[in-house]
């Protein structure tokens, strides 16, 4: 019995440990490709099932930044499936573009802004950066037809 759990372990250890090496390969990759060079990165795999979004839905990555030191964190889901890490990676890197326009406008206008203004720049962020993220999936689909 003992023995079933610990392979049991060792078998989802082993496939945490595939997913965690095929994360850093895109990211290094796409890093590269979208010139984020200055950014610090630290990537991290962990379990986001328990941590629901504002409207619900589940974390698929969840990226931390501290913009004047260029310095991010990126958690990813140990749930995600292989076939999501590109997109996943994708969007959280253009992040790391469009988030520093945001951080700037709060921060100069910290006094002037009110929640819902922050809230809607958010979106706006959100919304950006998933369209730039599907255009960039669709490019890449086209690059392997050819
Ligand atoms: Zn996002």
Redesign the pocket.
Same mark, same amino acid.
């Given at each position: 019995m003992e023995n079933k759990t610990t392979k049991k372990k060792s078998k989802k250890k082993e496939k945490e440990t595939r997913l965690f090496k095929r994360i850093i390969t895109e990211v290094k990759k796409w890093r590269e490709i979208l010139h984020l060079s200055e950014w610090r990165l630290e990537i991290k795999l962990d379990d986001l099932s328990n941590i629901d979004n504002d409207d619900g839905t589940k974390y698929l990555a969840i990226t931390q930044m501290i913009v004047p030191y260029r310095k991010a964190t990126i958690i990813f889901d140990v749930n995600i499936q292989p076939t999501e890490i590109e997109i996943i990676v994708i *969007? =959280?890197l253009i *992040?790391l573009i469009i988030h520093p326009i945001v951080f700037e406008i709060n921060d100069s206008a910290a006094d002037r802004i009110t929640q819902a203004e922050k809230n809607h720049l958010g979106n706006l962020e =959100?919304t950006a950066?998933?369209r730039i993220t599907s255009i960039i999936m669709s490019q890449e689909k086209g690059d392997d037809k050819r």
């Open positions: *969007h =959280e *992040h =959100e950066v998933s």
